[in-house]
C-alpha cells in the first residue's frame, strides 16, 4: 500500500462517515474460492478487507488465502487493504499490508491478553507489517471466538462496562476498539452499546459480528459505528456482489 492503512481508514471515515470491511475466514473456504469472494466485494464497493479465524488455521492457509485475495482485489486495479484479524502468531502473514495488533482485553486468558502478542511482536516486525493498535472486547453472545478466547463476556445491558474496558484501552496507547459480538451472532452488538463507546471515548469504533442486513448495518452506523464488519455474509450469500452493496448503499 503507498499510503499507511490506518490513514487511509481515517481518511475513508471522514470521507463517507463509515467505512466497511470484508472479513475473509481462511478455514470456511478454499483459497480460490476466496479470491472470487473478494473479487465480487471489490465490485461492491466495500472499503478493505480482514483476514482471520478462531480454529482451523495455520499459516500455509493464511498466506495461500492472502495472496488469492490480493489476485482477487488487484483483477479490478484496485488498491485496498489487507489487514490481518489474527487468533495468534500462527496467523500472521507477510503478504499481508497490516495487522490489528489486538487485545482481547476481557478474557481469563493471560495468552489472549498478552502472551502471544508478546510471541508475535518481534514477527511482525521482521515482516514490516504495519501494526494497529486495537482494544478487543467480546460481548454477549459471543460465538466461537468467545469460547476460545475465554471471554468474560460483557453483558449486552452494560454498555457501560463496554465503556470502562474501551477506556482502559485508550489509555493503555491503543487507537481502535472492535466491538465483537462473534461471528454468526444472533443480533449484532446493541445500539446503546456503541453509541456509548463512541461518544466517551477518542477510539475508532469497529462494530461486528451477526451484520446480516442493511437494516442491521444502518442502526450501527447510526449509532456511531466507523467501522462495520462483515463475514459470514459473504460466505452464506448466493450474490455476494449484491448482498454486500446493498449493506454499502445503506451505510454511505
Ligand atoms: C467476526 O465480527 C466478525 O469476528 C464478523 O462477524 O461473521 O457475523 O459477520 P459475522
Known sequence: MRVKVEELLKE???ADGVAHLTLIDP????PKDAEKLVSEAVKAGTDGFMVGG??????????ETVLAMRRGIEKHHEEKPII????GVHTLSRHADAVFFMSMLNSRDLTYVIGNQMIGAPLVRSLRLESIPMAYLVIEPGGT???????KLIPRSKPEIAVAYAL???????RFVYLEAGSGASEPVPETMIS???NETNLMVVVGGGIRSPEDAKLCRDAG????VTGSLVESSKNVEKSISSIIKVIK
Open 196 to 198: 456509548a463507546v463512541r
Open 168 to 174: 482502559a484501552g485508550e489509555y493503555l496507547g491503543m
Open 12 to 14: 475513508i471515515v471522514d
Open 145 to 151: 471466538v468467545g469460547y476460545v478466547g475465554d471471554a
Open 27 to 30: 478455514a470456511r473456504q478454499m
Open 84 to 87: 490481518l484479524f489474527p487468533s
Open 54 to 63: 478462531s480454529t482451523g488455521v495455520d499459516s500455509t492457509i493464511i498466506d
Open 225 to 228: 459505528a466507523h467501522i462495520l
